[in-house]
């Protein structure tokens, strides 16, 4: 009786280990419940837009390096990922390395090239680095996509909407 018992134990912990092992995965292949790097490095960067927002600059910056040092692992682990791309270019352009930002940027397009997001923060990098025509060109590859990447860009450009790098 205590062998069957043993045993029924057994089968039912491997079934619920391997089911929550097995459940929702996200853009780094990791379950739900054990976040991933990518979705880490997300929450960081909305943590850290909201001090920017605030003006704590310094507080933002931390934040997008650690965001930057957990894609750079996803990068790794799930290589040439548009939306890992992405961020990669943000928040490398966030810390002040546009050039390297803008390799991680025309990887994505690469990938992806009507990429929303890549193309309004490659715009938005032009813009900073005083290359309006191509930012307008990213501007261009927008304009059909109905987007609020449109809509922010094109008012960046427009002066309208100030960006802050």
Do not use: W
Not at 74 to 86: E, G, I, R, V
Not at 101 to 111: P, S, V, W
């Amino acid at each position: 009786m205590k062998k069957l018992i043993y045993t029924l134990l057994l089968i039912l912990a491997l079934t619920n280990n391997s089911f929550a092992a097995g459940s929702s995965e996200d853009n780094d292949g990791g379950s739900v419940a054990k976040m991933s790097n990518y979705t880490k490095a997300k929450n960081l960067i909305k943590a850290a837009k909201k001090y920017e927002k605030k003006g704590k600059v310094e507080k933002a910056k931390k934040r997008y390096a650690k965001a930057q040092k957990l894609l750079l692992k996803s990068n790794m682990k799930k290589p040439l990922q548009a939306n890992t791309l992405n961020y990669l270019g943000f928040t490398t352009r966030k810390l002040g390395d546009y050039k390297k930002g803008e390799e991680f940027y025309l990887q994505g397009l690469q990938i992806e090239p009507n990429h929303n997001g890549i193309n309004e923060y490659l715009g938005e990098l032009y813009i900073v680095t005083n290359r309006m025509d191509l930012a307008k060109e990213r501007l261009n590859v927008l304009k059909n996509c109905g987007c609020k990447e449109y809509k922010q860009l094109k008012e960046i450009i427009e002066g309208t909407k100030k960006s802050k790098y």
